[in-house]
């Protein structure tokens, strides 16, 4: 059975930075999407970034590029979002994702995404 466990979220201020984590567990991934989604209250759920885990290649939305940073270690078979430069409209609940493909035209799309895990809070006071 594939587990997702997000941590590391947390109240912090405009400004501040956050390092999200999604421990991976039931299945070793090769060639897979690995992605971080958020859902903000009466929002739909969005693409924040992606990694393909074997290359590293990453996809990142544009609010938050340059200052996001997904990383993976496939050691700990853990991936991690670092969020710096936070600001309020990060405000969201943060989900893992893992996905069975490897394309990259598939990374921002949800409904690829087959795994999740069950979210973080992560909120940012202006």
């Known amino acids: 059975q594939v587990q997702l466990v997000e941590s590391g979220g947390g109240l912090v201020q405009a400004g501040d930075s956050l390092k999200l984590s999604c421990a991976v567990s039931?299945?070793?991934?090769?060639?897979?999407?690995m992605g971080w989604f958020r859902q903000a209250p009466g929002k739909e759920r969005e693409f924040v970034a992606a990694?393909?885990?074997?290359?590293?290649?990453?996809d990142y939305a544009d609010s938050v590029k340059g200052r996001f940073t997904i990383s993976r270690d496939n050691t700990k078979n853990t991936v991690y979002l670092q969020m710096n430069s936070l600001k309020p409209e990060d405000t969201a609940v943060y989900y893992c994702?893992?996905?069975?493909?490897?394309?990259?035209?598939?990374?921002?799309?949800?409904?690829?995404?087959?795994?999740w895990g069950q979210g973080t809070q992560v909120t940012v006071s202006s």
């Open positions: 994702a893992a996905s069975k493909y490897y394309s990259a035209a598939l990374r921002r799309y949800r409904s690829t995404y087959e795994y």
């Open positions: 039931g299945r070793t991934f090769s060639r897979n999407n």
């Open positions: 990694i393909e885990w074997s290359g590293g290649n990453t």
